[in-house]
């Protein structure tokens, strides 16, 4: 069965980080282009960050460039978000995906919430 699971969400204070990691099995993760989404209450999912099958390209959302960065373990079937910086609008859902635009698997979502 195809699956991503992601752990690592939580409360954080302003200013503050978090690491979302997301675990996938099930399919060859090796040759697939990953993202995270988000979607906070009353928004549009959106795309926060991609990373190519190699890792060697990446691509983020102009609101998170420079305080989040996403990062890959093709060996251990993992990709991460690593974010900084941690601002009141970053409070979301945060949803790992396989693929970049149209993406093909989803995980189940896990919480962030920036509050002071």
């Known amino acids: 069965q195809e699956q991503l699971v992601e752990s690592g969400g939580g409360l954080v204070q302003p200013g503050g980080s978090l690491r979302l990691s997301c675990a996938a099995s099930?399919?060859?993760?090796?040759?697939?282009?990953m993202s995270w989404y988000r979607q906070a209450p009353g928004k549009a999912r959106e795309l926060v960050a991609y990373i190519s099958y190699t890792g060697y390209n990446t691509i983020y959302a102009d609101s998170v460039q420079g305080r989040f960065t996403i990062s890959r373990d093709n060996a251990k079937k993992t990709v991460d978000l690593q974010m900084n910086g941690l601002i009141f609008e970053d409070t979301a859902d945060y949803y790992c995906?396989?693929?970049?635009?149209?993406?093909?698997?989803w995980g189940q979502g896990i919480q962030v919430t920036v509050s002071s």
């Open positions: 995906a396989r693929g970049y635009k149209r993406p093909t698997l």
């Open positions: 099930g399919f060859t993760f090796s040759v697939h282009d």
